[in-house]
């Protein structure tokens, strides 16, 4: 059997494993055979599941990962000429190695660095970025992608939603919602799903599930019906068609099926607030963003973080040229109090070393 | 409680469940955190055994799906205006929405239909496709991808595949073999994985999962470094980093760590020999190709499988104009010989109705 | 000043030179300072020359090359996963380094190769690549892109080409011409224009400039309001968007805002009859297609084609392993009957070596 | 007759026509047959030429336009996951309608925006864009390109560039120029071609012609040797090879092969100097940049602009919401004095309406 690492992780919310309600789904799951590539009971089921949830607006296309969904939904969101904008932070812009321009050819347009938004844009920021309309030589901007709860952590209340939302009808603008990260904001702002997205009029939303306690999966959803016709061959072409679908389908109805992507998500930001409040006790660390959802971000010695990093492995945010470097720590539905207490344990000691 | 169909399915390998010593894996798998995207001990576990199994000089890349596993496998082989050879049948010319053109941007250079091979293609298919070497004015074949067992359930032999590897390193190709049904080549023809791929002289593997008992992915293997080099990129680019990635390695460790891998396609094997026998006795049917290994192709009456498709989906491998269409039927790791039976005499009913 | 060689090339139509008309068109548009891109009176003018030519509902983008005109309209022709159905010998599919598949990402589904043709394809031809319609695991045939005259040298009469739009129109395709040689199958057909074009059906033309007797250009037309919308920008980032816009309408304006393209195309046909028929007596050789406009495909000893090719640069149409490969001569606006008389003195003495 | 404005244009060097010895080289390229596509005496002869000028290290690929040469040399000097830094005023990231992104697929990173800087970018403003090498998550830097002189008129000093190419060097960067108007920055700086390009260093260079009194065309240049051999194909599969070559390399021989561009480049400074010291006199106008080469970029109010604009067509640089935008004006090698003159007299008269 395989030997595994006993400490709990904070590196990021896909280093825990399944929950056991979504491993039991998927074991039930499987029985019999089913069509593949999703003409199976589980995923109409899903269906049925996410219209009720967030209007009957809503389709819904079931992905292998995040960086495809956000993907996908953007190029069929816009012609090769159109462009999306986005904070410099995005998900889509930093972290998914040049997918948007590579695989689906397009142009992101990052606003310029905004240190007040914590991974937050408003309309002031893209404003500057929409001179251009109609000019053959520079790129068309036709989305905004924001991120709820931000790469940062922070949220977007349901005024700045619905600020954003209207801006961009009046200027001809998509807007999409990059949720891999979606139920920590609705834990923290108290809202539902729906609420939080087809209500304030988002156009487009990346649904998340792995970083919630599922095994794979996240959900391209469309609010509109000229964006839905697109999907399912920019899904299967982008190499994201699930074949045995019915697996991915089970773990998204054992999530959104139930409160479970809710209870997750709460437990997941309240391990946060416990953690960044024994953190805010120690000295010498600087907390960059609030902490908001499941996510801190805080500056601290170098020498101390890498001692820390020896036992728990965890993401820097920042070139790595400074003294006192940005370090990322986040909780999950599965971190426990006791980890919490570790954890900091050992940040107090390489402190003091 | 999703209500399923009772009846097994024979429309495709990946219609069958996921087989219980690789859902128990799975299971196994989810205990304490892990570190996401390959930095786990199952991974390093999978990347030795896959070694032992097919030599020291392979490297591999657990992707979700075959369609990606193919598409950043030949685009590693390739610069952008070097063309890839493979049969009309190819799952990468016929059945991937092309991916291969839009998300790698390479051209495929499909030999001409030829009906004696069955999805096989030899020297003597490829040497026409070789005529402009170094004139800019043409892409320029760099690969030849052939599929082992082939879309039309051929196995090329060993002597086949000996001097399709040495025909292409006189020529300065390389070769790439889809092996989404290697397994079941491997039980018809007694071969190792090893002496099928390695010891024959491949440059890259397309290693199977999903169609023998697993719930998702496949592997990129390559067998030389220079190709290894951009895999881990194209792979997070290509959008097929699996996040949670020991739920990958554990299902193919319980896959190729023993002879499971053998047995599911021997059983899978084993029930088209009975399935192919049954028919073969009911009249008014044809088999357009031997049934070598899983998957049989039998042109039919269209009303007689018309009725049969009520009951049973599976697809026709046709263009649909023709009286007597040709049906593909597969049989998998966990088809019985009870479904087979029940199969064959709704067969017989239809054809006589 | 650069020595060049004195013989006349039968190599392509595009080894001439500019006709002096177009030259000096293009000296007379060099007075005073125009805008750049196309807004300038030339570009202008020429939009309504060719809405003369081809009637109100076309309209037109001058682009560099033909390579481009080619890809950039079938690219506004089509979705990511719609595919383009030619002849295997279509520029398209064999004499454009995989552009349509690396810049446009569009798989290309050529017929099966049919000798009849001389490059000419039918419904006949087409029907078996449409057999999977709104299945989403292959590419969905949406253009038929057909070459007039042919690659070959042969042309679609009006009724062949009134029969290609009909069945495109019952099956929901779109017909595009690549019209490099259009006037050459004007010439030879006795055709106008508009009749070969717009009048038979046609969605979109690529309109041949460089190959008769311009400097360089082509011009993409289309003949649907919906698919004009694409193109400014497509052209603009497909990097064709031509700076001194004024230099290219010029000569289209010189070329096809009088008969000079008939006058050219005829002169060029006449030539390669006059070839043709001069060839016809020599022994040893064979015509492998008809001779309809101005080109060539003989069969011939590779002895004598070696020799000859000492002489003067042509193009073998093989792939180079036969004794009697197949060469390509080509006749243009500037080929005189002395050129021709030399040629073949050349050639006969090569034979009788 | 094409009736057109007797007005000469300030909107950009590429609205002057095409110098008379360029046209004349055009003209004289005109006699007899050339094989196409590059294999003539004036592209072998502009291959010496541009060796001598550059050095013998250079390999030299002319293509139609400046989009096309950037895009392909960038495509050529990185793999897909590979990016370019540029300034966000660079001509690949703003005036390219995302053809870096769409065709090559590349992601531009640039740098944050530095007023100080004019559209130049110095090792300070790259560093923070190198922290994650090797990090598969993010694409990896591998190019920094520079324009010189740049979009905003400013050009590099001998220092900087050997600067920037020693950063480039340590940090593994390949660097490249997009030299558009490289022969501005050469006459302002008083240095030669080599100078400024081979003997500081660079891997790549774009060469400018349209700009600079062609009628079109520039070249892409590498100065090693594995960049020099994918070129051939990117630029035929790029839709960049030039059918009728010679009257590109024709017209890059007039300009290179003598001082012209050298001429022309000083002719256009010159009138740039003389247009800046009679804007300067005016009153209500400010010199958002330093006037160094051919270019002025002033503030000034809305109204006048929009007055002087019904005269002279010019571009406004900036998003359209400012009270004072800013118009770049630029001269060319065609701009007389006495045209100064009218321009100033008619800003003069806007400013006091």
């Not at 045995?244 to 309240?270: C, I, P, T, V």
């Amino acid at each position: 059997m395989i030997a595994t690492h006993s400490l709990q992780s904070f590196a990021s919310d896909n280093n825990a494993g399944v929950h056991p309600r979504i491993m039991q789904a998927m074991a039930d799951a499987n029985r019999a055979d089913a069509i593949a590539y999703g003409d199976d009971p589980w995923t109409e089921a899903l269906a049925a599941c996410l219209g009720e949830l967030l209007g009957p607006a809503c389709r819904s296309f079931p992905v292998f990962l995040g960086t495809a969904a956000n993907v996908l939904c953007l190029q069929a969101m816009t012609q090769p000429w159109e462009a999306v904008i986005c904070a410099p932070s995005a998900h889509i812009n930093r972290d998914e190695c040049g997918a948007a321009e590579a695989i689906a050819g397009r142009k992101l347009l990052a606003t310029v660095p905004n240190s007040q938004g914590h991974g937050k844009i408003s309309p002031r920021d893209i404003i500057p970025l929409l001179g251009a309309r109609g000019f053959v030589h520079q790129v068309q901007p036709r989305v905004v992608s924001i991120t709820q709860s931000t790469e940062l952590g922070a949220c977007y209340s349901l005024t700045e939603l619905r600020e954003l939302a209207s801006f961009c009808k009046e200027r001809d603008l998509l807007l999409h919602m990059d949720g891999a990260r979606l139920p920590n904001a609705c834990a923290a702002l108290g809202c539902s799903l729906k609420e939080m997205t087809a209500d304030v009029g988002l156009d487009a939303l990346t649904l998340g599930g792995t970083k919630n306690g599922m095994m794979f999966g996240e959900v391209v959803i469309v609010f509109r019906e000229d964006l839905a016709a697109a999907l399912p061959f920019l899904r299967k072409q982008g190499m994201q068609l699930v074949s045995k679908m019915r697996f991915l389908s089970a773990q998204l109805l054992a999530l959104y099926g139930s409160d479970l992507w809710l209870e997750n998500a709460r437990h997941a930001n309240a391990m946060a607030s416990v953690l960044a409040e024994r953190v805010a006790r120690l000295p010498g660390l600087e907390f960059v963003h609030p902490v908001q959802t499941n996510a801190l971000f805080v500056r601290a010695p170098r020498r101390a973080l890498a001692r820390l990093r020896e036992e728990f492995f965890f993401y820097f945010w920042d070139d790595g040229t400074s003294d006192r470097p940005v370090a990322r720590w986040m909780t999950s539905w599965s971190t426990t109090e006791e980890a919490v207490g570790c954890f900091v344990d050992r940040l107090q000691a390489a402190l003091m070393e």
